[in-house]
């Protein structure tokens, strides 16, 4: 199969995952200092998924470049990566109405760890399946830095998840017991 179909397809998917999270945002009905707040917020977040998209869209470009064709491997794992990316503007719209609650930043930090997990399988696919190519083994050498980044995201999604457990039970707890008292009198 071409691979000129899976680009545009992959092209559209990122390009409608951006404008998704773009419309997502709100306009203020006040102009006040608390609405500037969340305005920046909106921004910092949007910036954020942009980038994340914008980087995984020219990697995409650059492993794509050279391969001449690809199999139903490399499409399914094509798939599996424009998924998660597909599930970010929704991660980013929660963390905005969320004012930065941990849940919200748990998933965002986990759909972009298993975006990059997705990344990485569809380029060891392409790699596998473009031995022969001289030019595309040259330009691919092991990516110490990819698995360095994603090992890091899988630190940071951790952490957010030990300290959710850690602080969120004792909130609910204290909810409950509260809760256990009214209906006591």
Known sequence: MKKSRLESFSDAILAVAITIIVLGMDMP?????????????????????????????????YLFELVSTVNRSILKANLNFLFWISILPFATSWIDESNLEASPLILYSSILFV???????????????????????????????????????????????????????????????????????
């Open 29 to 61: 009905h006040k102009y006040s200092s608390n609405e500037f707040f969340f305005i920046v917020q909106e921004v910092i977040s949007y910036g954020g998924s942009f980038f994340f998209i914008a980087i995984y869209w020219l990697k995409h470009h």
């Open 115 to 185: 975006s990059g997990c997705s990344f990485k399988l569809l380029e060891y696919l392409v790699i596998k399946n473009e031995r022969e190519n001289s030019d595309f083994q040259l330009s691919f050498k092991k990516d110490i830095k990819g698995f360095v980044i994603l090992g890091l995201n899988f630190c940071a999604c951790y952490c957010l998840l030990l300290l959710y457990c850690w602080l969120y039970p004792i909130r609910d707890i204290k909810k409950l017991n509260k809760l256990c008292i009214l209906q006591m009198n």
